[in-house]
């Protein structure tokens, strides 16, 4: 009877091990708390009181303490979990790096999408709290997730998931050196000293699809997929820069949502038309 039982929690783990989605994240946490960090400086008083207002009660309540949660969330609540987990993403680089919510939405649940819809939440006095709180978490996330060029790729590879690379003597794959494994070759400390040196980015662009769409063409630039599937510092010294630039230009245009939705102004428009 043992042997029966313990069989049947065997296969059991195996389905749910298989059930799990493939692994979205997006700059690891080093990445998603600097974004944070950063945007938090950007809050007009009056959204940095709806900030503290709406995170009070949270073991870290801060942009940078709650920057992971949406990733946490497929642990702590798999139902959630489940359901957002199309949102950390979109797949446009195989229609040339085109949003087209016809061709490459996934009915919706995509990162651009997401983004439009956890804002509106936000911004929407007439919800309760925790709804407003629980978009909050939402939208600090996908700002990040969106600029992270394997975010917006392709589909074929899963964002460069299953494209193997051996980085710097250690097997692992495109998507993570973009998440996190370049920017770990740097020390921790100074990390937002690093990216407030870099040029301020122009924040005229306040649609998220365009967001995707520059994301993506990031990944087609030449030598992001290396021809060799060996690399390290050169390709270290080449992408490095260009994905705290991304990082630099999440944090900023997350300050600037939270302030259109959560300050005295109107949020920022987030419906470009489609494709645009």
């Known amino acids: 009877m043992r042997g029966k039982v313990l069989v049947a ?10 059930a799990v989605p493939p692994s979205a994240n ?9 974004t944070g960090t950063i945007a938090e400086m950007r ?25 992971t949660w949406a990733d946490e969330v497929r642990q702590n609540d798999p139902e959630l979990g489940k359901r957002s987990a199309p949102w950390h993403y979109v797949n446009i680089g195989e229609n040339g790096c085109v949003y087209d919510p016809a061709v490459n939405g996934n009915n919706g649940d995509n990162v651009v999408e997401a983004i439009r ?8 006095k007439s919800k309760s709290d925790a709804e407003r709180r629980q978009a909050l978490k939402f939208v600090v996330h996908f ?4 600029h992270q060029p394997m975010h917006a790729g392709y589909a074929r590879d899963r964002g460069g998931n299953e494209f193997k690379v051996d980085y710097l003597g250690r097997n692992t794959n495109l998507h ?6 370049m920017l770990e070759t740097r ?3 100074g990390e937002v000293d690093r990216l407030l040196a870099l040029p301020a980015p122009n924040l005229s662009d306040t649609d998220p699809a365009h967001w995707a769409q520059d994301s993506c063409r990031i990944v087609e630039r030449t030598g992001v997929y290396p021809a060799s599937h060996t690399i390290g510092d050169e390709y270290t010294q080449q992408f ?33 038309s489609a494709g645009s």
């Open 176 to 181: 993570s050196v973009w998440d996190s494994r």
């Open 43 to 67: 809050l007009s008083p009056s959204a940095r009181n709806e900030v503290n207002r709406l995170l009070a009660g949270e073991p870290n309540p801060s942009l940078a303490g709650v920057s």
């Open 240 to 272: 490095l820069p260009v994905a705290e630039s991304q990082l630099r230009l999440a944090s900023e245009r997350l300050g600037q949502l939270l302030n259109g939705a959560l300050g005295t102004g109107a949020p920022g428009p987030l419906t470009g």
């Open 9 to 18: 929690s065997v296969c059991a783990l195996a389905a749910t091990l298989l």
């Open 26 to 34: 997006a700059w690891g946490a080093r990445g998603h708390n600097a």
């Open 117 to 124: 819809v956890q804002t509106g939440i936000l911004a929407d």
């Open 187 to 189: 020390p921790a400390s």
């Open 143 to 146: 700002v990040g997730d969106i």
